[in-house]
């Protein structure tokens, strides 16, 4: 009888069609086998006196939902839907709800709230018979999440743009807050329209966190008004730079879409191009052999031990911060060399003078650092180092980027700081391609191998945790360091990849990569058709036949 | 002369580098003088009856001069040139002639010769005093290779291009005939347009063969005449096929570049996307778990040892290759798998019934399709499997692809067969992305793992090879396997790293001063090469940061 009945309920289940397209996956969900058309006439309705950038976010999805031309993901691409479709029901209408009580404002400041205050969540009912649907929401970030999650509800057949699922239901919201991918634009420059191509493809899912590594050793292309000769001197060119225009056009761009820009000065070390404009203040600038001297050429950190160099660090940081609406604000702190340091007259000079040790000059770096930020009301992020490898004073709000590998969370944990993922054993999205270091014939890439989508999904953001630890992970990201990157492969090394942790975060832990994958499909395509160059992760024939490609097959 | 170029040395403090040659000439000498190209600059052909391809080479080359703008990989970039050019002398012509005796063909024609008798040498000379620089060779193919070279010495900054490097004197030609690049187009779909793109990358890397391993078990996108239900019913779709007319204009646009197209019509496995429009031909057909009957999803091979697929499949291949002018065409042959046929009652019938055995079968059927290939004039090309794992007799002209390993080019050339290395261990550029196939968390690909361009460029094909044996080796390629590529990554799964094979397949074990090859200095060339395909549109990704870049050799792993 018990094998009677999961039998019934494997055919039974077999026969729904699932609803293939969402990503990330809702949280609650529920969805029939009609299908719906979208009426010519169709509409989104919000009560007046709504926020420019919610309106605008209803014209993007009426516009998505009519250029989209996504075909489904079967044999035939929705051919055998026509039949069905020519006695289904027209939806006219999407009517967007604010909770009674809540705040009408915009999305830009929903997204830009304290991490843990944003309010994503939201209900979408999607009806059978042609009745209004409809997305309730207590913010209009919560709005946009829906909208979202209504724009891959839907297909197209020879002109009919339909939902192949409904009546569907849901009552969404994320596991963790921060859902986040980093994009280095020092090591190779990124122009604008790459951002934001890069913010519409977080945004479809759902990620609400850019993390902008923007300078580096090799290049500073952040203009900021106060520090012009960084970026004169600094930046690859004159037109390889991000003005203060840029960073608005990107900030207002990322908050329309839900995303918060978490803006990294990396600091005292990876700032070797600072001594460009500023040599005084740069320790070991381009020494050589750099192996001896950084992680990685050209070598220079900042003098960590001088007060000119930590007053100038400080104000160069609150500068920035003061580009930037974010209440988050990052101060790097990955990978300092001391070697650097125990070579460099002038820190030496400074620490004898004081009678400091290295890591006591760093105290006093990190506390003048963080404190010009804390002033502006940034709470600050490090990197795992910062709590790890030193012995420094940090605000205990500070929020620690775990990279070098996962287990380390633990650590970071234990000491009581909140932290976000981005473990390089998971999230590094440059792994696997090969040493691009010069004269080096065959050596592999430093955090080998390459992180497949199946490797990030399965990621277990509370491994090792106890309960109490596990409240400190507000939750995590990809990451693409660009030193073999540009805008030729931006979005073929990042897409559908760094959708992984998307929903690893948004929809929690524990999915399971067969069933994913037909999603992640319908997902790459739809970046596809939205220009964004996602890559195919098997041949058409198997994203349209899903499980026949299985390693392990189905047996039928 | 050397006690100028020595003075020049001094007074400015740079020492002039060839960075912008890929591949770089077999014989070359260059000097430190600065020459800008006249708005008057212009290239004449002293050739009787130019070919209109050698015309339209020409035109393209005065193009590229003009739009490639692309600024020399130094610190400052082109302004660190700026002084130097706007004292520099003018270079007004170009004048490319033919060797006296030397048929005027058009490239194309030379480009398919059989590929023993392809002639691609050429001398480029530019003299520095701005008198008429000149390019000769025995074909219009050598010409091209010629016009191929000279643009990539040239760079642009404010309006001007040039060269830092006058006078330069240049003797070429390719070590191997045979430089590669393969395609599939059957894993998933390529339009035309990525097509020729891909030989234009191709050609300004003078390779000479795009192997378009046309057709596979996911798709048929080949419209052949005379079988168009195949492509019909085994394409993805109409939209993704490849028409007669498409075929013909990939062909010529690759033969114009100096491309010669070898199409595979890979036979009997890999052949499941038969079935849609054959299914009388296909054993184990979609047979579940495929694992048991196919190297991938989905399972599916000619029935071989039916004469009745025998001769369908001779006349498949022969009206595809009515296609292509090429004297190459591949039959393929990889991967065929025993189980699918061990389960098939209609094969196990046939042998029963004709008393032969599996390898005797297998004999039969590729006697009758390598016969019908050689009847239409081509030279058969097998993967390695023909020779190496199964008994089957081949004509001694058969060309092997050497795929599984590198060690097995030595097997090969123990058969006496002619050798295109392809192996996975080199030259894949699939690898190391991770596993493809679904449900498999941990899994990385099979190949893994990534085979950089450095790990290609110190390739050896000779090793394991005697001298005697040393004539059979044609040359190699890279190759992009498409189960996880399509037109979004195109361009960066491929370029620069492609590039490596080609000059490890023109330029030989040794530098133009006879110091062997090495990757620590084709880097700066390699970047060089990049940049160029990137100003053509090719998006060809980043191997080092710019500030590595355009500091050749401060990124160095040994410094």
Avoid at chain 1, 284 to 307: H, M, V
């Amino acid at each position: 009888m018990r094998t009677f009945s999961s039998l019934l309920l494997a055919v039974v289940l077999a026969t729904l069609p699932p609803a293939h397209a969402l990503w990330p996956q809702p949280r609650n969900l529920r969805t029939g086998s009609d299908k719906l058309k979208l009426s010519d006439d169709f509409k989104i309705h919000l009560e007046a006196h709504v926020p420019q950038d919610m309106l605008d976010a209803i014209s993007r999805t009426e516009d998505f939902l009519k250029k989209d031309h996504l075909q489904r993901l079967i044999v035939g691409r929705g051919s055998s839907d026509t039949n069905a479709l020519t006695n289904a029901k027209s939806l006219s209408e999407l009517d967007l709800y604010l909770e009674s009580g809540a705040d009408a404002n915009s999305i830009t400041t929903e997204a830009q709230k304290p991490i843990e205050s944003r309010d994503e969540a939201y209900t979408l009912n999607v009806p059978n018979d042609g009745s209004p649907a409809n997305i309730t929401a207590s913010s209009t970030l919560g709005l946009l999440r829906g909208l979202t999650t209504f724009t891959q509800l839907w297909y197209e057949v020879d002109g009919t743009i339909y939902a192949a699922d409904v009546p569907i239901y849901t009552h969404d919201s994320p596991a963790y807050p921060y859902r986040g991918f980093m994009l280095d634009t020092a090591r190779n420059f990124f122009p604008v329209s790459d951002i934001k191509r890069t913010l519409d493809a977080m945004s479809l899912v759902k990620m609400n966190q850019f993390h902008w590594h923007v300078v580096d050793s090799q290049s500073f292309p952040l203009q900021i008004p106060e520090f012009m000769d960084l970026s004169i001197k600094g930046a690859y060119s004159s037109s390889s730079v991000y003005t203060p225009d840029d960073v608005k056009d990107i900030v207002a761009y990322a908050g329309a879409r839900g995303i918060d820009v978490l803006v990294e000065i990396d600091t005292p070390g990876h700032t070797s191009v600072i001594s460009k404009a500023y040599p005084g203040h740069i320790a070991c600038p381009e020494a050589t052999p750099w192996d001896i001297f950084a992680n990685e050429p050209p070598a220079g950190q900042l003098r960590l031990a001088s007060n000119e160099t930590t007053n100038f660090a400080a104000n160069l940081l609150a500068a920035v911060a003061r580009m930037f609406p974010s209440t988050i604000f990052s101060t790097g702190g990955d990978e300092l060399n001391a070697n650097c340091y125990d070579q460099d007259p002038d820190t030496q000079k400074s620490l004898n003078e004081t009678g400091r040790t290295l890591e006591q000059a760093l105290d006093v770096f990190i506390k003048t650092t963080h404190k010009a930020i804390e002033d502006l009301g940034k709470t600050p992020v490090v990197w795992e180092e910062m709590v790890l490898k030193h012995n420094v004073t940090l605000n205990p709000n500070t929020t620690v980027l775990v990279w070098e590998k996962s287990e380390n969370a633990k650590t970071v944990a234990q000491k009581g700081y909140k932290l976000i993922h981005a473990a390089s054993d998971f999230f590094y999205l440059d792994c696997g391609a090969g040493s691009w270091l010069g004269a080096s014939p065959d050596s592999p890439n430093w955090c080998d191998p390459f992180k497949t989508w199946q490797h990030s999904y399965t990621f277990n953001p509370t491994a090792n945790l106890t309960d109490d630890e596990a409240k400190l992970v507000l939750g995590g990201q990809h990451l693409l360091w660009t030193e073999q990157s540009g805008p030729s492969n931006l979005d073929s090394i990042v897409w559908p990849r760094a959708a992984s942790s998307a929903e690893l975060f948004w929809s929690g832990p524990g999915g399971n990569v067969s069933h994913a994958l037909e999603r992640l499909h319908d997902l790459s395509f739809r970046l596809q058709q939205r220009g964004v160059k996602s890559i195919p992760l098997q041949p058409l024939w198997c994203a349209l036949r899903p499980g026949v490609c299985d390693a392990v097959p189905h047996t039928s | 002369m050397g006690g100028y170029l020595f003075s020049v040395f001094v007074l400015f403090a740079w020492v002039p580098h060839i960075y912008g040659l890929w591949p770089i000439p077999r014989s070359l000498e260059t000097g430190s003088v600065a020459l800008k190209l006249a708005n008057s600059f212009r290239i004449t052909a002293n050739v009787p009856h130019p070919p209109s391809d050698l015309s339209d080479a020409i035109s393209r080359t005065v193009g590229h001069l003009r739009t490639d703008k692309f600024e020399r990989l130094v610190v400052g970039r082109g302004s660190a040139d700026s002084e130097t050019i706007q004292h520099a002398r003018e270079l007004k012509s170009l004048t490319l002639a033919l060797a006296p005796g030397s048929p005027v063909r058009s490239i194309s024609d030379e480009a398919i010769l059989p590929i023993e008798s392809r002639s691609e040498e050429y001398t480029l000379h530019i003299p520095s005093d701005g008198s008429a620089a000149s390019i000769e060779a025995n074909s219009t193919l050598g010409l091209l290779r010629g016009l191929t070279t000279f643009e990539q010495l040239w760079y642009f900054f404010d309006g001007q291009v040039y060269t830092l490097e006058a006078p330069v004197s240049i003797t070429d030609s390719p070590a191997y005939p045979y430089r590669g690049l393969m395609l599939d187009t059957s894993r998933n779909f390529f339009p035309v347009t990525d097509i020729k793109r891909t030989l234009d990358a191709m050609s300004l890397a003078k390779m000479s063969q795009f192997h378009w391993h046309a057709t596979d078990s996911q798709s048929f996108p080949l419209v052949i005449p005379g079988f168009t239900e195949v492509a019909a019913k085994g394409a993805y779709s109409s939209l993704m096929s490849y028409s007669s007319k498409d075929i013909q204009d990939i062909v010529s646009y690759a033969g114009a570049r100096g491309i010669d197209v070898l199409v595979e019509i890979d036979t009997p496995g890999h052949t499941a996307a038969i079935t849609e429009s054959h299914p009388e031909h296909i054993a184990c057909s979609h047979a579940s778990p495929w694992s048991q009957v196919a190297g991938e999803p989905p399972a599916g091979q000619l029935r071989f040892a039916s004469s009745a697929t025998a001769n369908f499949t001779a006349n498949l291949l022969t009206a595809a290759a009515k296609l292509f002018p090429s004297k190459f065409f591949s039959t393929g042959g990889d991967e065929v798998n025993t189980e699918c046929y061990a389960n098939d009652s209609q094969t196990q019938s046939i042998l029963q019934s004709t008393g032969q055995t599996f390898e005797q079968a297998l004999s039969g059927f590729m006697q009758t399709t390598q016969g019908a290939l050689e009847k239409a004039g081509k030279t058969p090309v097998v993967w390695e499997e023909m020779v190496l794992e199964h008994n089957v007799t081949l004509s001694n002209e058969t060309v092997v692809m050497v795929w599984i390993s590198s060690q097995h080019a030595a097997a090969v050339a123990a058969k006496n067969f002619r050798i295109v290395h392809g192996p996975s261990d080199f030259f894949y550029l699939d690898c190391g992305a991770g596993e493809w196939l679904g449900n498999d968390v941990s899994g990385n690909s099979w190949c893994d793992p990534f085979k950089s361009w450095q790990k290609s460029y110190t390739f050896d094909p000779l090793a394991n090879i005697t001298p005697e044996q040393s004539h059979l080796v044609l040359g190699g390629q890279q190759l992009l396997w498409t189960e996880q590529s399509d037109p979004s990554n195109l361009d960066s799964i491929v370029w620069p790293r492609a590039a490596s094979s080609a000059e490890v397949f023109w330029t030989g074990a040794t530098l133009p001063d006879g110091s062997p090859r090495n990757v620590k200095s084709a880097l700066a060339r390699l970047h060089d090469f990049r940049f160029r395909l990137i100003q053509r549109g090719v998006s060809a990704i980043a191997l080092q940061p710019l500030w590595c870049a355009l500091r050749p050799g401060l990124c160095d792993g040994d410094s």
